[in-house]
DNA sequence: CCGGTCATGTAATCTGTTACATGATTAC
DNA sequence: GTAATCATGTAACAGATTACATGACCGG
């Protein structure tokens, strides 16, 4: 199962829903960490209700409009399978930038330091951006999404640390 | 361009090496923080000399052997800008794992405890292998790509150290 | 009635992986 | 001579993004 089919049913375990809520929903409650496009989040729902892992049904108040998805138990068991067997698999420290340090030197240790101050500028907006959002949703979100969000925050504080080590030791 | 041809392109900022050598590099040098394929190695070697970035000449001592590419002028330039607009790019909080919680809610407690011990012992397994790595190496490498794998050393142990917390907090 | 946003969808494209296919060279 | 590994490549597929296309509905 493709990751966007994952996070579709995934949001779907929550309550019924149409495409255009989803987009939403991803967009207002998983901001930063999740985004999916209506070129994915369609033909998606398609394959999603072909597997009957979803039923569609049309809003009878609407007969050309809203096509509300609602998850099925046979997608709720298929999902916490899924998830189950994802989390399992292995560990990974590899990312973009990552790949993007190894390269670094390759560039002029001015061109660096504004690059890495750069990084650092954004992280701390991200900072304020996720502790003042951590705040309001602290009461509001189940316990592990709301620890999804802390676990966000402390790899971001542990970037700027590094951020903060490195630019010191290229001056 | 793509992350492949740029990674390809980097390992050539080094040396010239021919497909099934980048192949190793990658395996050796960029190890857990880097993998490539020879499905993508080749046809990126075609596009990039292609585009001029790299220039291609068959091993004159092996008519039929080893094909060696080497990065021209103009892939040096190419490799260094693309780099530099590549890491100004936006800073994400966005990975797989982060999808995954947000949905861990939806398993049992007891579920949940069991994969976050799984994860915190492949972490585990992960720090004592890069911190090896990273003593054997911190006297070899280029100053960054060295800062490079400190950085995933960093991000692993704030990794266990959210992983603690949050298997304590669920006990 | 007109602009925004709600709502659904497809087509083209890009990137990358897996599997397959082939053959040379080296070590035993 | 035969197994391992060196070496290059293609084809099929999977996954996701971007751009395009269409039209309903609502507020001013």
Redesign the interface.
């Known amino acids: 199962m493709s990751?966007a089919k994952?996070?579709v049913l995934?949001v779907l375990?929550e309550k019924p829903m149409h495409g255009y809520e989803l987009k939403q929903y991803f967009e207002t409650r998983?901001p930063?960490?999740?985004?999916i496009n209506y070129g994915s989040i369609y033909p998606v729902l398609k394959k999603l209700k072909e597997e009957g892992l979803v039923a569609a049904r049309r809003e009878v108040s609407e007969p050309r409009g809203k096509i509300v998805y609602e998850i099925t138990e046979e997608g709720r068991r298929e999902?916490?399978k899924i998830?189950?067997e994802?989390?399992?698999k292995?560990?990974?420290?590899?990312?973009?930038?990552?790949?993007?340090?190894?390269?670094?030197?390759?560039?002029g240790s001015e061109?660096?330091k504004d690059?890495l101050i750069?990084?650092k500028q954004?992280?701390e907006r991200?900072l304020a951006h996720?502790t003042e959002k951590g705040e309001t949703l602290k009461k509001i979100l189940?316990?592990?999404?709301f620890?999804?969000i802390?676990?966000?925050i402390?790899?971001?504080?542990?970037?700027l640390?590094?951020l903060n080590k490195?630019i010191g030791?290229a001056v």
């Open positions: 990751l994952l996070a995934g375990m998983m930063v960490f999740w985004m999902f916490r998830l189950k994802r989390i399992k292995e560990v990974h420290v590899r990312d973009e930038f990552t790949l993007h340090l190894f390269f670094l030197d390759y560039l061109e660096i690059l750069q990084k954004g992280n991200l996720l189940p316990r592990h999404r620890s999804a802390e676990r966000g402390m790899h971001v504080k542990t970037e640390e590094w490195t030791g």
